[in-house]
């Protein structure tokens, strides 16, 4: 089956440096989202790239598609301790009715203040 | 808007004993999502409901675990019997849509503990 992985595992920096996450498919994908789970809570919806070679921002974080749709980034600039926690991509295993996200295992980001 | 409500947050459980979840999903999601996250792992989906209709229910255990969506809207999950490896976050999602403009929405979770 569909497989998403991402690397880092893990991602410590310290506050003001950037962070990086790679999320890569063994198929290629309608759309990716990504997500971000705090210590101790729950995913929560960030974005959802859907175009080959999109980008997005949302302030400080940079999200990019492949040409190939198959794997995907998410740079954030100028880390803070706000931005601590786990980053998941997730994408879609089929289409219509069949409709499933398969998740990575996410990016753990500590940010030392 | 309230957001997804789950509960219990937290159980402690024997093994063999049964097990159950709530979750109400945000108002007019009509889509319904039980996921199981382990530590350090992504969710994974256990079922996935359409209105009362569960949909894809591929990765549910069928033998200890079951699920129901009566009317739709608030949903259950329940095990039994429960063994030591079901100790997991339990984490409900809903979504207005299913497919390419799915966002969904997580609820807190539960997490269970099973001795």
């Known amino acids: 089956g569909q497989q998403v992985m991402q690397i880092p595992q893990y991602q410590h920096v310290q506050e003001g440096e950037d962070f990086t996450t790679y999320c890569n498919s063994s198929?290629?994908?309608?759309?990716i989202q990504w997500y971000k789970q705090r210590p101790g809570g729950h995913p929560v919806f960030l974005i959802q790239?859907?175009?080959?070679?999109e980008v997005k921002k949302q302030k400080r974080l940079t999200f990019q598609f492949g040409e190939a749709k198959k794997n995907s980034s998410l740079h954030i600039t100028a880390t803070q301790t706000t931005d601590v926690g786990t980053y998941f991509c997730?994408?879609?295993?089929?289409?219509?009715?069949?409709?499933?996200?398969?998740f990575g295992k996410g990016t753990l980001l500590t940010v030392n203040p | 808007e309230a957001g997804v409500v789950q509960s219990p947050r937290y159980k402690i459980i024997e093994k063999k004993q049964p097990v159950a979840f709530w979750c109400n999903p945000i108002?007019?999601?009509?889509?319904l999502y039980w996921y199981l996250q382990n530590l350090g792992q992504g969710p994974e989906l256990l079922i996935r409901?359409?209105?009362?209709?569960?949909?894809?229910d591929s990765q549910l255990p069928k033998d200890r675990f079951s699920a129901e969506r009566l009317k739709g809207v608030d949903s259950t999950l329940k095990i039994q019997p429960a063994e030591l490896g079901d100790s997991a976050v339990y984490l409900c999602?809903?979504?207005?849509?299913?497919?390419?403009?799915?966002?969904?929405?997580f609820g807190p979770g539960t997490r269970l503990t099973v001795l």
């Open positions: 198929t290629t994908l309608s759309n």
């Open positions: 108002s007019g999601h009509n889509t």
């Open positions: 997730a994408g879609p295993s089929s289409g219509g009715s069949n409709y499933k996200l398969t």
């Open positions: 790239l859907v175009k080959s070679g």
């Open positions: 409901y359409e209105n009362e209709e569960a949909v894809d």
């Open positions: 999602a809903s979504s207005l849509e299913v497919g390419e403009k799915g966002e969904q929405f």
